[in-house]
């Protein structure tokens, strides 16, 4: 979601890494969960609050983003493909997370390592190389921008999903996302020409961004040998 | 989806349950997910074809169909709206497939039923009263429709994933849904109002229902206790 905004040069306020004397912090995010916004209650963060609206789930703020931001493609077409596309991304980071956490998200990771062993195995074996694949794919057939942008020609807001997902997976899987991308030279090439765009290389440049630590990518080596 | 086609009134074809003498069956699927439908190949099914429009995935498919039936509320938060819950069922719903498929969707369930009996406590004990008390939220703070629906005030496309969810919990989970549910009264008035519906009653008492056997929602008394 920040990508978006900020490749959008959007103007925001991250409450949730606002100071709590300035209205952010831990409350700020319990308002938001009570539903205390007004509008529709979230479930979890992320939430998004654009003038009325008020709408929790990333693909949902991402393909509202989109549309408000010129960044969902130019057709009604495009625009279910970018939505398609980033449920896609958005199953693939529910995965990621479920490799440290795969019985109990009450449970810390060191109560659950033993199934994480297996769960990890096969997110590396089979799920990375699937979904990754599945991207390039995507990117050889479409045409419309010899291969440089998922949906039609320019810029939507799923190549940035697409480059934070693959950023991520190299945090926490830096030897079998390798791997994997050493096989998709498409996706490798629209993750770096993503990163280098001046506004996200300005953004992911500077303390806005969150870095990957403990949240849904998390690097334990053990999960992620080496060969 | 196919609640929301049967609602609308739709005419559909349901081409994985057509003979395959008739283009219906594993070749059709095929051909979609080789994306020689045109438009963006998808990674799996569901695939929603309508006229020149390909999508796939459940949640884009739902809000394309609820948009275009008028099953998606009367104004933009509403769809937006429609959009967050559905990805929150879908959430709910991939949670439930991980319970008998915690470690790897490659291996049959009777190699992962150990870890599966961990992921199933957790879920039961945890996840589906935080979904189910969720929704229940969202219908008592749902004023303009007096409780009786999630979004607005008439019928949406939610309100049939709701119905559909909490019937695959009540299969899956008979013991652990039942007792949540003792405590949702508005989300089981729900279910029970959405399964009488003329056209989702005629659906569910026809041969055109899939039922749930060993797709996402399956029955493993081991993995539902009583008491």
Chains 1, 2 share one sequence.
């Not at 890494?17 to 009570?34: F, K, N, V």
């Not at 969902?72 to 896609?88: F, Y």
């Not at 390592?113 to 050889?140: P, S, W």
């Amino acid at each position: 979601v920040r990508l978006a905004l900020e490749e959008a040069g959007a103007a925001y306020i991250d409450v949730a890494r606002l100071p709590a004397g300035e209205g952010g912090g831990y409350d700020a995010i319990r308002t938001a969960l009570d539903g205390k916004l007004g509008g529709l209650r979230p479930l979890a963060p992320p939430v998004l609050v654009a003038g009325e609206l008020v709408i929790a789930q990333t693909a949902a703020i991402l393909h509202f983003l989109g549309q408000r931001h010129g960044l969902a493609g130019t057709t009604e077409a495009d625009a279910w493909g970018a939505l398609q596309l980033q449920l896609t991304i958005a199953d693939l980071t529910s995965e990621a997370h479920d490799t440290h956490h795969p019985t109990s998200p009450a449970l810390h990771y060191e109560e659950q390592k033993n199934e994480a062993q297996l769960r990890a195995k096969a997110f590396r074996e089979l799920r990375i190389g699937k979904y990754l694949g599945y991207l390039e794919r995507v990117l050889e057939a479409n045409t419309a921008s010899a291969g440089r942008h998922l949906i039609g020609a320019g810029l939507t807001y799923v190549d940035l999903s697409a480059q934070h997902v693959v950023a991520g997976l190299s945090y926490a899987f830096p030897n079998a996302t390798s791997r994997v991308l050493a096989d998709t030279p498409r996706l490798a090439a629209l993750c770096e020409a993503i990163a280098a765009r001046p506004r996200v290389a300005a953004y992911l440049a500077s303390p806005r961004r969150v870095p990957f630590s403990d949240g849904i990518f998390r690097m334990y080596p053990e999960l992620d040998p080496t060969g």
